[in-house]
């Protein structure tokens, strides 16, 4: 049993690094696609939703961590957490309406995200 809570902190762990690298990575390609139209593209949207499928999959995990072994992280990292997934809500709500400045939409929230998700790491 001690094992697969440690696997799956540790992968809770290691998939935080890349909730935060992959999403600051996304935000940054997507404010330089506003500047430059020779990188936009599908790949930047593939990139973007892998990312953020991260964030629910970190939440997903990090639930699974405190209801089924017990683990009582701080209060501000559950909050962090929550907060993320609730971005990426948001922001996929006003891509339509945000069109002409999808780019700018997803490069800050990406980088919003990122820092969320350090946040969550520094108080944990």
């Known amino acids: 049993m001690s094992l697969v809570v440690g696997s799956l902190r540790d992968l809770h762990e290691g998939m935080a690094w890349v909730m935060v690298i ?30 953020q499928v991260v964030i629910a999959v970190q939440v997903t995990m990090g639930v699974g961590l405190v209801a089924g072994q017990g683990i009582d992280p701080p209060q501000f990292h ?39 998700g350090i946040r969550a790491m520094l108080v944990a």
């Open 22 to 51: 992959g999403n600051g990575m996304a935000g940054f390609w997507a404010l330089a696609a506003h500047r430059v139209g020779a990188l936009r593209g599908r790949a930047l949207w593939w990139f973007t939703a892998l990312v």
């Open 78 to 116: 559950l909050f962090y957490g929550f907060v993320a997934l609730i971005t990426v809500g948001i922001v996929y709500s006003y891509r339509q309406s945000l069109r002409p400045h999808r780019h700018l939409l997803y490069g800050c929230s990406g980088l919003f995200l990122m820092g969320l």
